[in-house]
């Protein structure tokens, strides 16, 4: 993996680039949401979302689409209404499909619109009950 070369604006979500494509990673801070979503814990390892089977590759104009993507999911993220603006299934970001889009299904079985047992602090950090 190359370590990312390129200038991103104020987003904790960064960039970088594995095998030619781009994919995201997610600060620890977000660690508890994702365990939630994949179905088990990250030990302290980041989070990376890979965005090559999307599209993004190791080029200036796919770098634009990734850095405004991890704008807006970091923005959703970080909204004190947060569970209505992010989509776990990432459809709404244009890279849902696979495990992801599963979750659509099992949300609308449990009746449920966001992941379950999942709460902010006042540093807008997320915890689990």
């Not at 302290?44 to 599209?55: D, E, M, Q, S, T």
């Not at 004190?80 to 992801?100: H, S």
Request: proline share 6%; net charge positive; with cysteine.
């Amino acid at each position: 993996m190359k370590a990312q070369s390129k200038v991103q604006t104020a987003c904790d979500i960064t960039i970088g680039v594995d095998h030619g494509s781009l994919r995201l990673q997610f600060p620890s801070r977000h660690s508890p949401l994702w365990e939630a979503l994949d179905g088990k814990l990250l030990k302290g390892k980041p989070k990376y979302l890979p965005l090559g089977r999307h599209g993004y590759k190791d080029n200036p104009e796919d770098w634009k689409r990734a850095s405004a993507l991890a704008a807006q999911m970091e923005a959703d993220l970080d909204h004190p209404e947060w569970e209505k603006l992010f989509d776990p299934t990432l459809a709404k970001y244009g890279i849902g499909g696979g495990k992801y889009a599963k979750l659509a299904d099992v949300l609308q079985r449990r009746d449920v619109g966001s992941v379950p047992s999942v709460e902010r602090n006042k540093s807008r950090a997320i915890y689990f009950c």
